[in-house]
């Protein structure tokens, strides 16, 4: 694909070694050189010359044609010759050393924009593919085979690296596509899976992919294996007459929630592929969804408590961490992973508190930089940062500080050394960079490795696979999280009724004492009748909402039925006996035994 759309400077000043290529001048240059040595240096500073700049290389093999939507203006043989000429004729490598020197300092430079320009480098790339996508014919089933699609996702792909070596970043989102996810990216994923052999998908640049999108991938994929596992287990039983549950089914008290969950997720050979059915002891309740969404809260709920012991709480950031002096053993957090996959597995939303960092490292990306630290303890990243910043030699005598780290252990001060005899070696301006890197890592990794191994292997052991591949940690932090911020007009709008008419007076007072109540009444009123307090991690315009009239005024409390999102309300004869009987009915809820 020519990059003219990408060029970021004017064309540097023409000498004799700033030109454009040629196959014809490339191949008269090697036989000069290969006549007289000393012309080699000349050849050699040509071509890091043309493939340091956008504007020569956009020049080179040119075919006398502009650029268009269906040609790149280029001699495509011309450009397979040189690149032949060049790696068959570079006997020492210097050549090809030096080109591909240039590559990287060319492919550098968009980071580099100002964050508007380079956001309009992008939108400028994905309205190419959008246009593409659109306009030519055939391309539903034919985009892995245009150079087109090909070409610019690979653009995409610079800019999006790009886009993780800067300081100042766009946001994932803004490298969706959202023409892509009216594609078949069903097939598409399993072209993905089944091809390995360089031919092209979407799934190869999953950042074109929106979130909505993955998650109907990852959905898709669930379903399948979920499927597979209930005609194996119905085979099973219709062959042996050995009798096999075809879901994965767990019987819970809710005194003992914990227990009794590690001890049925932690049986031998379980199969975490089946779809989720929870049944409450003593209690009335077919699980339609509504008793596993209650599960997950419950059991969220407990092993997130600070009385638990697993996870410490930073009262500025407000996100929970591994407590890397816990008493719990490895079950323990092997089961909250196992928890926060079924949840993904599931399309559940939880309410956990986890920084960025947790997301990375799950998903094997580095989690080990000062910014990664601010995110869950702003004030020690600060202290940090200001040890980096400081200029004057005496950082021994104004810090006072070793390579330890230190943290509280029982109402004591604890020190951890950072290396070996770290206690005995004080902090300077010569190495103050090492301590500083060694602290973070020891806070994110070295210190809860035992606990984050083990819970990684329980998220693993249900989540790992290729689809979990397609995500960036943001993203599995907002499937698992879910979304905070709840648009009430957006809701209405996506809400069906039952034996209401929107606009008749409970309906109308009904939004209005929603609108009135604060944001954790709202909150409330959401987890009374969905099971969650958040909304779906693609927005509010997915999530199901529906009212539903049970008949004339009456002294009953409304209900609900967190299965299906569902609310049931009388036609009560006042406003404010609405909100009493919503009132009562939110705080006042709890479990599906009869009352």
């Known amino acids: 694909m020519h990059v003219n759309d990408l060029k970021p400077v004017p064309k540097p000043p023409q000498d004799q070694f700033t030109m454009s290529l040629t196959l014809p001048g490339l191949e008269i240059m090697f036989d000069e050189a290969a006549q007289d040595p000393s012309k080699y240096d000349a050849l050699q500073k040509v071509i890091a010359s043309c493939f340091g700049h956008f504007v020569t290389l956009n020049e080179s093999y040119g075919n006398d044609t502009e650029p268009t939507l269906t040609s790149p203006g280029l001699s ?42 380079f956001q309009r480098r992008v939108d400028l ?19 892995p085979a245009d150079w087109g699609i090909r070409s610019a996702a690979r653009i995409m792909a610079l800019l999006f690296a790009a886009n993780q070596e800067r300081k100042e970043r766009l946001a994932v989102s803004d490298f969706y596509n959202t023409v892509v996810d009216y594609f078949d990216l069903i097939r598409d994923y399993m072209r993905w899976q089944e091809e390995r052999s360089g031919s092209f998908s979407l799934c190869q640049y999953p950042f074109l992919i929106s979130l909505g999108g993955k998650m109907q991938i990852m959905e898709a994929d669930a379903k399948r294996q979920m499927a597979e596992r209930f005609k194996e287990a119905f085979f099973r039983t219709a062959m042996s007459g050995m009798v096999t549950d075809p879901f994965l089914s ?63 709480f930073d009262e500025e950031s407000h996100y929970c961490w591994f407590n890397h002096i816990s008493f719990e053993n490895h079950d323990e957090y092997r089961l909250v992973g196992i928890i926060i996959g079924l949840a993904i597995y599931n399309s559940m939303i939880l309410d956990v508190h986890f920084p960025l960092a947790v997301y990375k490292k799950l998903l094997r990306h580095p989690a080990n930089s000062l910014e990664d630290l601010r995110i869950l303890k702003p004030s020690l990243a600060n202290g940090l940062q200001k040890l980096l910043e400081y200029e004057n030699d005496d950082v021994e005598g104004v810090f006072g500080l070793d390579f330890v780290a230190e943290y509280e252990a029982y109402g004591s001060i604890m020190q951890a050394p950072l290396v070996d005899n770290g206690e005995s070696i004080p902090v300077t301006s010569l190495n103050k960079k090492s301590y500083v890197d060694a602290y973070v890592n020891w806070v994110l990794n070295e210190s809860v490795k035992k606990q984050f191994d083990a819970f990684s292997e329980g998220f693993n052991h249900v989540c790992g696979g290729n689809a979990l591949s397609l995500f960036r940690p943001e993203e599995i932090e907002m499937m698992v999280r879910g979304g905070t911020e709840l648009d009430l007009k957006g809701l209405e709008s996506v809400t069906e009724y ?98």
């Open 76 to 117: 495509l043989e011309d450009v397979r010759k040189a690149y032949h000429l060049i790696l068959r004729r570079d006997t020492g490598h210097r050549l090809t050393g030096q080109m591909m020197l240039s590559i990287e300092k060319l492919l550098r430079r968009p980071g580099r924009f100002p964050l508007p320009i």
């Open 125 to 143: 790339v994905n309205h190419f593919i959008t246009y593409r996508l659109t306009k030519k014919d055939g391309m539903r089933d034919h985009y």
């Open 250 to 312: 767990l019987f819970v008290n809710r005194a003992s929630i914990i227990q009794d969950s590690l001890t049925q997720l932690s049986v031998k050979d379980i199969d975490f592929k089946k779809r989720l059915r929870i049944e409450f002891t003593n209690e009335d309740g077919v699980d339609a969804g509504g008793l596993t969404k209650e599960w997950f809260l419950l059991l969220v709920r407990d092993l997130f408590d600070p009385q638990y012991g697993m996870f410490v």
């Open 498 to 595: 039952d034996g209401f008419d929107p606009q008749e007076p409970t309906v109308r007072q009904f939004w209005d004492i929603f609108a009135e109540y604060s944001v954790e009444m709202q909150r409330k009123l959401l987890l009374f009748v969905t099971g969650t307090d958040r909304i779906p991690a693609t927005g509010i315009q997915n999530m199901a909402f529906k009212l539903s009239c049970m008949g004339a005024d009456s002294e009953k409390l409304p209900i609900s039925h967190t299965c299906f999102n569902q609310l049931y309300l009388y036609r009560y004869s006042s406003k404010e006996k609405l909100r009493e009987k919503l009132n009562v009915a939110i705080n006042w809820s709890g479990g599906f035994g009869l009352k």
